[in-house]
């Protein structure tokens, strides 16, 4: 056996290192004996340790879940699907069973099927299968029922404005024509309108109708951000001053959120639009297409951010096939280096690359 010199060593001391494993295991350990705010304190403690292990935001998720604090939950298990590791099925199963407590429906039924096709014979696969089926059942009820004025104005719009992001200006048109008859006081189609006239050239239309949504007692935000896209690219120094309205405004509505993002993006403010993605891309409540993804992927390539447009044109080859060709070829612009342009906002396979 070796000597030890005792004198030698008098004074040393030898640290007890304390990783993130450590305080991961002891919060285990209480969230097993039904002690929630230990555990939360021991994994938030491990989380201080190692903040992107993604098996402790998880585990931290659910924690917060049994507290309560349903967002601040969603919010960790995003971080992990979105920014750390895509793969990590279990955390679409607990996000789904949020989802579906808070009532939306839709995302959550999303969130299952994504779950079963990453671990189909996973720890939760038959409690997932089974909350699909629930959920599925309830939907298809759900669609027998009319829809609300509130749900029919929204899928307006949203049809409209899938039409504009794709560049498909007269096809809106006819679109947004449709639905005001049926709908003649949803001023938010009038900027719509409006916009899809202006980019067929019929710019002077399209002014009067912002115009005379901005002279309503109740200004149209839509019509705001218009105006000021519309002044720019005619030259019109008054941009500005609609511009720096449109700065300190902090719409409620995700939806006005999103044609805030575009606002700025069409205002060459990509930084400030980039910001306006990202709050957006936070929300579990706010439904994002693929086309979303896409003008987010550009904003953060034209703000400086090429990784993260890299990851976010990757999920546009997951979660639309149709124009997986497009994101592929724009993850080989940014391998490339090439300069982004404005134009390739629009979702859909620039002119110059169409067959």
Known sequence: MRNINVNEKKGQVIPFLQDGAYYYKKGIEAYQ??????AAHYIKRALRLEPEEPVFLCQMA?????????????????????????????????????????????????????????????EFAEDATTLLEMLEDDEEELDDVEETEEQLAHSRLERAADLLDRGQFDEAEREVTTSLSEEPKQWDLYAYMAEAMFYQGEKEQALDIVADLLQKEDKNFLAQCNAAVFLKETGDIAWEQMASGLRVMRPMNDWYGYHLAKTW?????????????KRLYQRHTFLKRPRFYHQMALTAWMAGD???????????TQFDHHQKKLAEWCMDKVIQDAKPERSWFYYRMPESEQE
């Open 33 to 38: 004996n039904r002690n929630i705010n230990q």
């Open 265 to 277: 993006f069409f205002l060459g403010d990509y930084h400030e639009a980039y910001d306006w993605f």
């Open 306 to 316: 090429k990784e993260r447009a890299r990851q976010l044109w990757k999920r546009v």
């Open 62 to 122: 659910i924690v917060m879940s049994e507290k309560g604090h349903f967002e601040e939950a969603n919010e960790l298990l995003e971080k992990v699907i979105n920014e750390i590791d895509e793969n990590m099925a279990e955390c679409y199963f607990f996000l789904a069973n949020n989802l579906a407590h808070a009532g939306d429906f839709d995302i959550a039924v999303k969130h299952l099927k994504t779950y079963l096709k990453l671990d189909p014979k996973g």
